[in-house]
């Protein structure tokens, strides 16, 4: 396990502070006037150091909002991802000049779905109304349905919904599909909010830009990523940044959310962009995560189709998720332990060009299949509707939390997966970037003075490092767990699950449903800035439900007459080739290899 249960009490031992003090403010003015009568009733002339101290005092500005005088705050923004376009929005409401800086030459729409949990969906109603209701229009809910884990082995293939038998250990009749389920709506109205779900990522970043779009119709540059920055002497004077075709942008912030091999990060932190060990366990000071992943799509209406959101089915030293992504489409990922650079499928990852498949002539769909020999038919089912051509791969990358070098340098902050990348189990990733981008927000819109945006950047990491590396952490722990101490649970009335793990596994299972499960999930929905919602989360899922029917079935009858096929050109993440011609957001729930 990556993260030691130490490394978690390291993370409250940090210290965070509630709010700075701002430092007072000076005019040139002021400062002038007041020079002059020190020096004309003194006759005390200034020496170097104290001019110096003048003149930065007086080149900084006074920053304006709507409400106060002064120029607005002027950011540059490296990518336009999840991350990238949702900062540029809120910071765009809140009057500042804002640019964008995406290494993609357009916006094309392809790419699969991207998972927003209470929390995120709080964000944005915290952000935007209108951007709220825009999303909850495109959106799929699978928090509102039976979400958990099953039985990898013992499922007995028909989809069938299942509750826990008190005479499990004597009635051999007794099902034993379902392992435990998780507390996704009960969490969810704990805190009045919207329930987790799902939207396309072509989707969610044609409401973005349309919405940055109506604030700053120039507000992203396409194909001119930035490469790196220079910040300039003296507190509050800004940051030069460097872009890939040999201009500079002046600014007074850099917001680094360009993705997990980031250009920002590799500035601050010194690193070579993408750069692998020989064993490849290290990348870019990521940590290969011991996991690789397949991934695919189809459309099939299983027996449970309408009443499961996404499962989890566990089995000896792998995983297979399953989930509903609106439509008539189940989206699936097979998780195994094997060594980085194990690559049999092409990664299409980042809407870059598919590499070539190891072996051309290999059935894909055969190869995810032959690694769960002995598996659940519901396993089996699934695999078998998907064209074996959509099917992709990618090793997993995660970091460490950021507790010694931080995420800041003077005028330059990272956010998002350029700075936490974290393992897809909980579908966080790209939750914990809208939260950067709305924290990060709030810090720099208290700001009244270039001189204070060093306390401002470094306040937004107080106030994010402590919750970020819990979801960190748990996010890891997710997968260590599942591959290292989870086995197919002991039962008395077969010989499938035998090992200490399966024990343990059994035992774990009343701690799992009744205590972890649902401390887990209240902590990741207890960030919700929008307040309650009351009763409009019920409303807009009923809305959803008698819509979702009607999409999914004319789906289900159109594949009946016409046959399957492949899925978009990539399920996964942004671009990382600057020759690439589109782009789709960046899927921070699950970092990208990009290889």
């Known amino acids: 396990m990556k993260f030691s249960i130490i490394a978690l009490g390291v993370v409250f031992l940090i210290s965070k502070n509630d709010a700075f003090t701002t430092k007072p403010i000076f005019s040139s003015s002021s400062v002038v006037k007041s020079i002059n009568n020190n020096n004309s009733n003194n006759r005390v002339g200034l020496n170097a150091a104290s001019i110096d101290e003048v003149e930065e005092i007086v080149n900084n500005e006074l920053l304006g909002r709507p409400a106060r005088p002064g120029r607005p705050l002027r950011i540059a923004i490296a990518g336009g991802g999840v991350g990238g376009l949702t900062a540029a929005l809120c910071m765009l409401k809140k009057g500042f000049d804002v640019q964008v800086f995406e290494k993609t030459e357009e916006f094309a729409r ?19 109304e209108n951007l709220f209701d825009r999303v909850l229009d495109k959106f799929t809910f699978t928090g509102t349905r039976a979400c958990g884990i099953k039985d990898g082995l013992r499922s007995d293939g028909s989809f069938r919904m299942t509750n826990d038998r008190l005479d499990y250990l004597w009635n051999e009749d007794a099902p034993a599909d379902w392992f435990v389920k998780f507390p996704l709506k009960q969490c969810a109205d704990l805190f009045g909010l919207p329930y987790t779900g799902v939207i396309d990522r072509p989707d969610l970043q044609a409401i973005l830009i349309d919405e940055c779009k109506k604030l700053n119709p120039d507000f992203i540059q396409n194909g001119n990523p930035v490469v790196s920055y220079v910040n300039k002497e003296g507190k509050g004077n800004g940051v030069t940044v460097e872009l890939a075709d040999g201009s500079e942008y002046e600014a007074d912030v850099l917001v680094g959310c360009d993705g997990i091999w980031s250009a920002v990060r590799a500035t601050m932190y010194n690193e070579e962009i993408k750069e692998t060990s020989k064993d490849r366990m290290k990348r870019q000071g990521c940590t290969y995560s011991g996991y690789t992943v397949f991934a ?99 090793d997993l990358y995660d970091r460490f939390p950021e507790f010694i070098r931080g995420w800041t340098d003077k005028n330059v902050c990272l956010m998002g997966d350029a700075v936490h990348a974290m393992m897809p189990n909980l579908g ?23 001189e204070n945006i060093e306390e401002a950047l470094q306040e937004y990491y107080n106030k994010r490092i402590v919750r970020v590396s819990i979801v960190q952490f748990l996010s890891r722990l997710a997968s260590d767990l599942i591959i290292n101490a989870f086995d197919t649970p002991w039962s008395p009335h077969d010989d499938l699950g035998k090992s200490w793990k399966s024990y343990l596994t059994f035992f774990w299972k009343p701690l799992l449903q009744y205590v972890i499960f649902p401390f887990q999930f209240a902590y990741l929905y207890s960030y919700y800035p929008s307040g309650s919602m009351g009763e409009l989360p019920a409303k807009l899922e009923e809305k ?31 671009a990382e080739t600057p020759t690439a011609t589109s782009t789709v957001l960046q899927a921070t729930a699950t970092p990208d290899d990009n290889e």
């Open 296 to 394: 695919g799509e189809t459309i099939i209406k299983t027996p449970d189709y309408y009443e499961t959101g996404y499962k989890v089915y566990i089995g000896p030293q792998r995983y297979f998720v399953t989930s509903d992504v609106g439509d008539g489409r189940i989206q699936w990922y097979a998780f195994f332990a094997l060594p980085p650079g194990s690559k049999k499928a092409p990664s299409g990852w980042g809407g870059s060009v598919r590499t070539e498949q190891s072996d051309p002539g290999e059935n894909l769909v055969d190869y995810v299949k032959s690694l769960h020999e002995g598996w659940s038919e519901e396993v089996m089912t699934i695999l078998d509707s998907t064209p074996p051509e959509s099917v992709e791969q990618r």
């Open 544 to 574: 959803w439900r008698k819509e979702h029917k009607v999409s999914a079935e004319k789906q289900f009858e159109r594949v009946a007459k016409e046959g399957q096929g492949p899925a978009g050109p990539s399920f996964f993440a942004t």
């Open 428 to 450: 966080q990733g790209g939750c914990q970037a809208l939260e950067d981008a709305y924290v990060l927000t709030e810090c720099l819109e208290a700001t009244k003075s270039t």
């Open 110 to 128: 392809f790419g699969g779905p991207i998972q927003f949990a209470s929390n995120a969906l709080s964000v944005l109603k915290e952000i935007d």
